[in-house]
């Protein structure tokens, strides 16, 4: 069965560093990757998706994600976060003709 | 557009009592589904469809059922409400399962006493 794991369960950053949050998939086949961000009290909201081509997707926010089939990774970075980034984030994976499989989410905590 | 739509935003049960969370979704998506989110969790998918007429059960199906009369709605019953079920409940719909891009409601936080 395919499963999603995000090992960081909280992150924390000051304002202008850099982020990556990590998400890892197992499952045979390649997969269709998400992440989504979930601001407090709101539903989720995509932020960026890989279904082929460049291993390099960007997203909205100034995010992108990079999909390293040899790690089964698909890790979330910006160069310089915002303290309106502040949310909990969560990598999803699905293959074609199957559900999304969400992982645990990352709460993200941004310092002033 | 409203995208869907989530109702109520917030509800107390008290143990043993039944109720529906209302989904409705405006974009002419088939695929709609709902999941529970409890922290730490991530989100938990309850139940799905793929069209009208046309349920299954998702991961954590107990304790609830669904039903699809219109590409629209996707009602969400809880009978006999227990501690258990207090969660935030999404619901989203896609144009297709799993490779196309889920929207999601507001969501519903339930509490259970």
């Known amino acids: 069965a395919q499963s999603v794991t995000q090992p960081d369960i909280h992150i924390t950053v000051s304002e202008g560093a850099s982020l990556e949050l990590r998400c890892n998939y197992s499952?045979?086949?390649?997969?269709?990757l998400f992440w989504y961000v979930q601001s407090p009290g709101q539903g989720l909201q995509l932020l960026l998706k890989y279904f082929s081509g460049d291993t390099l997707v960007q997203g909205i926010k100034g995010f992108e994600a990079e999909f390293k089939r040899s790690q089964s990774s698909f890790n979330l970075r910006k160069p310089s976060v915002h303290w309106s980034d502040a949310a909990e984030y969560f990598c999803a994976v699905a293959f074609e003709g199957n559900k999304l499989t969400f992982g645990t989410g990352t709460q993200l905590k941004v310092e002033l | 557009n409203a995208g869907v739509t989530q109702t109520p935003k917030f509800r107390i049960l008290k143990i043993g009592q039944s109720m529906t969370l209302q989904c409705t979704q405006d974009?002419?998506?088939?695929?709609m589904y709902w999941y529970r989110q409890d922290p730490g969790m991530g989100l938990k998918l309850i139940y799905y469809s793929v069209g009208a007429g046309i349920t299954d059960k998702g991961e954590v199906p107990n304790g609830y059922n669904v039903s699809r009369s219109t590409t629209e709605d996707f009602p969400l019953r809880l009978e006999l409400a227990a501690p258990s079920q207090t969660s935030v409940y999404f619901c989203?719909?896609?144009?297709?399962?799993?490779?196309?891009?889920?929207?999601f409601g507001q969501g519903t936080r339930l509490t259970v006493v």
């Open positions: 499952y045979g086949a390649t997969p269709y």
């Open positions: 974009m002419n998506h088939n695929y």
């Open positions: 989203a719909s896609s144009q297709r399962t799993g490779i196309t891009e889920a929207f």
